[in-house]
């Protein structure tokens, strides 16, 4: 899996939008992007994820560069619920192996929503 | 509610004394995964199941057992604790999808081994 480079920690104000960045310039073409965040201690929870295109959910939106070597998490309107640990992963899809899930969660960034 | 139940939610034990913490999902869902976590060390896999009765190791299993006899249940057994499994577990499960890597987490069972 890719490696992945994020900021140890960000602020945002309530109400505007939170942007994520994540570095990760050694993804290869079948690896995807996911996003997880984990609220203090609470189990992680997934957020997103892409291949290429950018996409949306119901939680944020997901821009992913052309050349797929970064990629942005955007919360649109983070309110103090969204303070929480978030993390970047690349992971390939694979048809086979051993290595099915294995979620590998790095350090993250530390998102700080204030009133 | 779609959910991962597990328990205890805490645990304070004793070494040698062994322990058993359950993890159960509503979701049908295939996958079955448990993690641990330290300050540090991110999470890290210690068992994982693909479907009941099939289960494989992940990156750190000395000193756990899993089964999977049922869909829904993954307990995570610890035949004799020690201080060094002192730890943050979690218990996750995901859909059939092509990669497992959109998982639903539980809340959590933070274990003292004394």
């Known amino acids: 899996d890719a490696k992945t480079t994020q900021p140890t920690s960000m602020d945002c104000a309530e109400g505007r939008a939170a942007n994520l960045p994540c570095n990760h310039s050694t993804i290869s073409g079948n690896e995807y992007v996911y996003w997880y965040r984990q609220i203090h201690s609470q189990g992680p929870q997934y957020i997103i994820h892409g291949l290429k295109n950018n996409e949306t959910n119901e939680m944020a939106s997901l821009i992913i560069t052309e050349d797929r070597k970064s990629s942005t998490l955007i919360l649109p309107h983070a309110t103090l619920r969204d303070t929480a640990v978030y993390y970047c992963i690349v992971r390939v899809v694979r048809a086979g192996g051993t290595s099915y899930g294995k979620l590998t969660f790095g350090q993250g960034t530390i998102l700080t929503v204030h009133p | 509610e779609a959910q991962v139940t597990q328990n205890p939610r805490y645990l304070i034990t004793v070494t040698g004394k062994k322990l058993t913490v359950t993890c159960s999902q509503n979701m049908n869902h295939e996958y079955m995964s448990w993690y641990r976590q330290d300050p540090g060390l991110g999470l890290r896999q210690i068992y994982y199941s693909m479907n009941v009765e099939v289960t494989d190791k992940g990156d750190v299993p000395e000193g756990y057992k899993v089964s999977r006899k049922e869909k829904r249940n993954f307990p995570l057994i610890l035949e004799s604790p020690s201080p060094n499994q002192t730890s943050l577990y979690f218990c996750?499960?995901?859909?059939?999808?092509?990669?497992?890597?959109?998982?639903?987490f539980g809340p959590g069972t933070r274990l003292t081994v004394l």
């Open positions: 996750a499960s995901s859909p059939r999808t092509i990669s497992y890597n959109e998982q639903f």
